[in-house]
């Protein structure tokens, strides 16, 4: 699996599942051409590999020439095409074979046989390295196929997604069904807010911080907040109707996510049990829960810290903080057992510079 920008891709055609598609065209042309000193007219830039293993294959007279259209912008296909290169003009009365590395729904191909319909031009013809055969439209012969391949979007070998990926050496598929949700699970103070915010941007999810969205709701003086407030000012737990509803809102409030980090959330059996049963009716689950490990002392050092930076009255008041690490054994640690029984439980040691310990859990994320 590889991730450009925001996208996951997985292994699709090796690269001599490639050279032999690239020499197998060669060879058919080669059959047809090889007396006749064709003109092989690139496709920028997607085509820039394939004509170059093309021309090593193909061992016959031949000139090389480029032209460079553009349509795709992202993932799909924008239809405007423009001609940003165009063609060579020593090519009246000659035969030219047109590289196209893909062709899918034929928009850019129509652009291409426009360009060439005003000219003189002995014969034309169309070679691809990949077709995808369920959405073209099929307006124009195509002379030669190297693979038939699904509708999928794909990368590598000179093609592209936002321009990156085009030095790939094999081909790969968009990944579209990896969602990846996770639960930042330790104590107060282990860092499971300031790890979210730098994994939110690096595997694209999106974060809930149960504890952040109360106290939104106590700035706010919402019913919620007003609910919320006299436990959390008292370092218990809020019950477990109220932050299940909560948490199932602020999902629900992001269905495009590509995937969630639940941080302070589930405390308790009965939230890791409602929100199995929640995501499991949206067809997801939980890829990983994954431990922030630090001794209690040094939490406390650290939370007495982040009290007087923050203001929040529960990490002031060392008797408070106390009485969550106790909640936390009470209630939170047994759920250790129950992400192991899933085998969905990972420890990294959350002692350490931020960016090591960043690191560490993406570790354990990059393996999922
Ligand atoms: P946190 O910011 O995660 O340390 O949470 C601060 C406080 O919000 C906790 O001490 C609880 O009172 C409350 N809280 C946050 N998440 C939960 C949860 N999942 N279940 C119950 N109470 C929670």
């Known amino acids: 699996m590889i991730k450009l920008k925001d996208k996951y891709f997985k292994p699709f055609l090796n690269e001599e599942e490639i050279l032999a598609a690239v020499s197998k065209i060669a060879q058919e042309i080669a059959k047809d051409y090889k007396d006749k000193t064709p003109i092989f007219v690139g496709v920028l830039n997607g085509s820039f590999m394939f004509v170059s293993d093309f021309l090593k294959a193909y061992s016959h007279p031949c000139e ?34 047109i590289l196209e590395d893909i062709i899918d729904t034929g928009r850019t191909l129509k652009e291409l046989i426009d360009l060439f319909a005003n000219t003189k031009v002995k014969e034309f013809k169309i070679a691809t390295l990949f077709y995808k055969p369920d959405i073209y439209n099929g307006e124009y012969k195509i002379d030669y196929v190297g693979l038939e391949i699904p509708d999928k979007f794909i990368v590598g070998y000179g093609l ?6 085009r030095n790939l050496k094999k081909v790969y598929q968009l990944n579209q069904d990896r969602m990846i949700n996770l639960v930042l699970f330790g104590k107060p103070g282990a860092g499971k807010g300031t790890q979210a915010e730098f994994l939110k941007e690096k595997y694209n999810l999106k974060h809930i911080s149960t504890g952040d969205v109360f106290r939104y709701n106590i700035k706010n003086g919402t019913e919620l907040g007003i609910l919320a407030k006299s436990y959390i000012d008292r370092g218990d737990l809020v019950p477990d109707e109220v932050t299940i509803n909560m948490l199932q809102d602020e999902v629900e409030k992001n269905p495009d996510a590509s ?24 067809n997801m689950e939980i890829s990983a829960t994954i431990a922030l490990d630090a001794d209690d002392e040094v939490l406390i050092k650290r939370l007495l810290e982040r009290g007087k930076v923050s203001g929040r009255s529960d990490d002031q008041d060392e008797n408070k903080i106390r009485n969550r690490f106790e909640e936390y054994n009470l209630k939170t640690a047994p759920l250790q057992k129950y992400y192991e029984g899933q085998e969905k439980y990972h420890a990294v ?12 859990l993406s570790l354990v994320i990059d393996m999922l």
């Open 64 to 97: 090389v020439s480029f032209v460079k259209l553009s349509s795709y912008q992202g993932l799909t296909s924008t239809g405007i095409v423009e001609t940003l290169l165009d063609l060579p003009d020593n090519i009246d009365g000659r035969s030219v074979i």
């Open 160 to 165: 592209d997604y936002n321009e990156l990926g």
């Open 349 to 360: 040691n959350g002692i350490g510079e931020i960016i090591e310990i960043t690191e560490r």
């Open 259 to 282: 995937g969630f980090i639940f941080d302070g959330f589930p405390r308790t059996t009965a939230q890791a049990e409602a929100l199995d049963n929640f995501l499991s009716s949206k």
